[in-house]
């Protein structure tokens, strides 16, 4: 594959700025300053009514310029853009950056400009960053094409925010911090350029090592949920989203004209997506700073030893303020550090080990932290005291860390007497601190890290591994319902519904007069409970429309009528659809929960879990998650809600069937990624006890489902594509399973390539190498199926999978062709595996509705420039390198 398609964005070689001005202050005066101060390219610039500006020639136009140009900078007015952007197309520039505002954020003039200008940059291939954004900078080749007074320091993050002026204030704080970036992206209004792709550049970017968002909201959320993914497999990202409260939603939205989700969903989906969430600025390079220490824990438990009680005091309490938790000392290490502390030492944790501790203290009670299996990280925190000797400490300490795997971080506290201490941690790489509550933040954002690399790396498939759902018989309720003009579904078509899914229900029937409900309730047997059946009415309890533990004929006429009365009383514009009866659920250890389905305007569909019953509303103990769900993400949606510690053994109450409160969450999940209809769903109660749970209520809301290219499109994340698994077999007999590839088939891939012949490695990577990266394990193994496929085809030997062939495709920025390519191992060639390897891609391709097909063969790989010719893809020579093929082949016309 050649160069990235964004390089002429991020490296050009020369720039030209339509708007050069002499003006003081004007925007297009410090642009075009900035890029003669430093930029390594040619820099030309553009205002046809000078000769010269700051002591350099100018131009008319571009063809005035008679040179190629790379990259445009426009800080003309919004008016005049489109006819830029079109005379940029026709010589050739591909890419360019528009500072100037008035387009789509100043209302639906603007937006009818902004759509000529996206129009006419589609038309011709030119590539937009903005408008209304503060530009691009890439320090390392001294490009800063930004109205930004100053520059920045070259260095290995690189910040994307949708905030200009946040891009300002963050530029001068890190030049005074000292902090360097490897790109600084303002994206403006996203017209074209969206972070997605910003972030595509980034992840394959050699100078980049972590990733800073500043994100207000954005335009599509599967293109981001996507790309964050992508990126955050193989890089560190760290995310401030604003709007976490709705005046800041507003501002947000007035500024940026991007949509604004519920937050708790969009702090669900970055953490799905593997990013670390903050909310300050000084928090995201926090985290940054943290992150770049490449030890990682298995958890998020932290010791902290200190020499100070008081300070031990304030990282235990920002501990407790981080949700993160303090480590419980084993017996043992309580036993050995009994042995060389004086008797005086706290004796837990924080381990306070007394003003004058020495270094040989401190590495001795920092390697018995470090033994300890209970620990997952350690915070070493020293205050100068009159006996204390801060250097020799910090070597001891550094000594120590570079013998284990888990995190260390440091908190040398006060100024001149430490300074020599922090220099020592900075040259060996251990984040130090001058407070304890950044130290302790930072190791939650190492421990948030961690955990939501593990979300990451889940990938459900929308159907779990049990009795499969009655799509069918589900998908023909809805459309009943529907046809009749109703977007709710009453109490016994949404039972129905669950029960299609194979989720427990109380049996419930509707009665239509007194003696009707007293027939059901004889068959049902005594106690009976009675709930008013409207399509109006959600909370039934609050407008009169239930009674329970009805014991008796009287009691269930009377009741039957009473509602009646209290219904039309209290909601006297509520449909009426007759009483449901039901017999009273008796679990005396049950627990009432909550499972909702509802849509989020951004990220579609999402499953909510939490208390249940009347109280739902005032617990407020609501956490949410993106489908699809395994067992993994459903028993982690549990325990972050505080519901959750009463579900285990409880005063004289057993614990719960969490196995079986897991299996609703999972075919909840297969509901919502086989119903595309299903708009909202509230199961309140869930009662779920010892012996298994039961849907008590439910309400259903459905509505017509947008025609969709491929399935799941309805979905932010797009589930494992179970589907696409098929069995093949050899002439030989040789079993085969085809499948798309998983992320923990890391093993199986890199041993894969290992075993391939240095001529076949040759072939596929089209350079020398023996086996993966770590980075492009994780690229080629924990995909993203909406944006690319692998399938793997594997045989079991010897009670082991092993992988004979795997091909794969990824999807171009134009979104209607994808880049393929294949390889197989050596000893399995010549069996028709690569034929059928490549068929089940190309189906696949097509039924994802792309249109193309396109690769790159070396002209020496006459085998697959066979296969490509009896695949009926065309082959040209590739005018860049006549060692290289070009093979292409038409999907869908």
């Avoid at 991007?258 to 300050?280: N, S, Y």
């Avoid at 409207?534 to 009674?547: A, C, E």
Wanted: include cysteine; glycine fraction near 8%; charge should be negative.
């Amino acid at each position: 594959m050649g160069q990235h398609y964004l390089s002429t964005l991020f490296s050009p070689k020369s720039v030209a700025v339509f708007g050069a001005s002499n003006r003081e202050d004007a925007v297009g005066t410090i642009v075009y300053q900035n890029l003669l101060a430093g930029f390594q390219g040619e820099v030309y610039g553009i205002n046809p009514k000078r000769p010269t500006i700051q002591d350099k020639p100018t131009y008319a136009d571009l063809e005035e310029i008679g040179q190629p140009i790379e990259l445009a900078v426009i800080v003309t007015p919004a008016a005049s853009i489109p006819a830029i952007i079109e005379s940029c197309g026709k010589h050739g520039i591909k890419a360019a950056v528009v500072l100037s505002a008035g387009f789509s954020e100043i209302g639906p003039k603007g937006a009818a400009l902004q759509k000529t200008l996206t129009d006419t940059a589609k038309l011709y291939g030119v590539r937009l960053l903005g408008p209304n954004c503060l530009g691009i900078m890439r320090p390392s080749i001294g490009l800063n094409a930004t109205f930004y007074k100053g520059d920045a320091r070259p260095g290995n993050l690189a910040l994307v925010s949708q905030s200009g002026a946040l891009c300002t204030a963050i530029l001068d704080w890190a030049d005074a911090a000292g902090v360097g970036f490897s790109s600084v992206v303002s994206v403006g209004t996203s017209a074209d350029i969206d972070f997605g792709e910003v972030l595509d550049y980034l992840v394959s970017d050699p100078k980049t090592d972590s990733i800073l968002l500043y994100i207000e909201g954005i335009h599509q959320s599967r293109s981001f949920v996507s790309a964050l993914r992508a990126a955050s497999r193989v890089k560190p990202v760290i995310g401030v989203k604003v709007g976490r409260h709705l005046t800041g939603s507003k501002a947000a939205v007035s500024h940026t004209g991007a949509l604004v989700g519920a937050d708790d969903v969009f702090d669900a989906a970055l953490r799905r997506a593997g990013v670390v969430r903050v909310k300050t600025i000084a928090q995201m390079f926090t985290a940054a700073q943290a992150l770049a220490y490449r030890q990682r824990p298995t958890g998020n438990r932290l010791a902290i030893i200190t020499n100070g009680g008081g300070p031990g005091a304030m990282a235990a309490d920002q501990v407790a303020d981080r949700n993160i938790s303090l480590a419980e000392l084993a017996p043992e290490t309580l036993a050995k550090m009994d042995g060389f502390l004086p008797s005086t030492w706290s004796h837990g944790n924080p381990v306070d080990i007394i003003g004058d501790a020495t270094p040989e203290r401190y590495r001795q009670a920092l390697e018995t932290c470090m033994e300890d299996g209970g620990v997952d990280g350690v915070l070493v925190i020293l205050t100068p005291q009159a006996m204390t000797r801060p250097l020799e400490v910090a070597q001891a300490v550094s000594a120590v860390a570079a013998q284990y795997p888990k995190p260390l971080l440091t908190c040398w506290m006060g100024d001149t007497q430490i300074k020599e201490g922090q220099e020592a941690f900075i040259q060996a790489g251990i984040p130090t601190f001058r407070t304890p509550e950044p130290a302790v933040d930072a190791f939650s954002y190492i421990a948030a890290y961690h955990q939501n690399q593990k979300l990451l790396l889940q990938t459900p498939g929308p159907l779990s591994q049990r009795d499969e759902p009655d799509v069918e018989g589900a998908r023909m309720l809805i459309e009943s319902a529907l046809s009749e003009r109703r977007r709710i579904l009453n109490e016994m078509e949404s039972k129905a519904l669950l029960a299609a899914f194979h989720i427990p229900v109380a049996s419930t029937m509707i009665a239509r007069s007194p003696n009707e409900a007293l027939m059901l309730a004889e068959q049902f047997g005594f106690p009976i409970a009675l709930k008013v059946n409207s399509p109006d009415i959600t909370h039934k309890s609050d407008s009169g429309g239930v009674k329970l533990g009805l014991n008796d004929a009287h009691a269930v006429r009377t009741g039957y009528n009473d509602i009646l009365t209290e219904v039309k009383k209290n909601r006297p514009n509520a449909r009426i659809d007759g009483i449901a009866v039901q017999p009273m659920i008796r679990k005396p250890n049950g627990r009432e929960l909550m499972i909702g389905v509802t849509n989020d305007p951004i990220f579609g569909p999402i499953i909510t879990f939490g208390a249940g019953g009347i109280m739902v509303e005032v617990m407020g103990d609501r956490a949410v998650t993106l489908p699809p769900l395994n067992n993994f993400l459903a028993h982690s949606l549990i325990d972050t809600t505080r519901i959750a510690k009463l579900l285990g053994a409880f005063r004289h109450m057993p614990p719960v069937d969490r196995a079986a409160l897991e299996n609703v969450l999972l075919r909840v999940s297969e509901m919502v990624c086989e119903l595309p209809w299903l708009k909202e769903m509230d199961i309140n109660p869930l009662i779920v006890d010892e012996n298994g749970a039961l849907a008590v209520d439910a309400r259903v809301v459905v509505d017509y489902a947008p025609t969709a290219a491929a399935p799941y499109e309805h979905m932010a994340i797009h589930p494992y594509p179970a589907h696409l698994t098929s069995q093949w077999q050899l002439p030989d007999g040789t079993d085969i399973i085809i499948r798309p590839i998983r992320p923990e088939d890391a093993e199986l891939e890199q041993e894969f390539v290992r075993g391939l012949s240095e001529e076949s490695r040759f072939f596929r990577f089209m350079t020398t190498l023996h086996e993966l990266t770590p980075a492009m394990l994780a690229r080629f193994t924990q995909i993203d199926y909406d944006r690319e496929m692998a399938l793997i085809a594997v045989t079991v030997q010897n009670g082991k999978e092993l992988e004979l062939g795997v091909c794969r495709y990824a999807i171009n920025p134009d979104g209607e062709s994808c880049e393929f390519a294949l390889v197989v191992s050596d000893a399995w060639q010549g069996k028709g595996l690569g034929t059928k390897l490549m068929g089940v891609l190309l189906n696949a391709a097509r039924t994802r509705g792309l249109k193309r097909m396109e690769g790159e063969v070396l002209g020496s790989n006459t085998n697959m420039l066979k296969l490509m010719k009896i695949l009926d893809f065309g082959v040209t020579s590739n005018e860049d390198d006549p060692a290289v093929k070009r093979v292409t082949k038409v999907l869908n016309a």
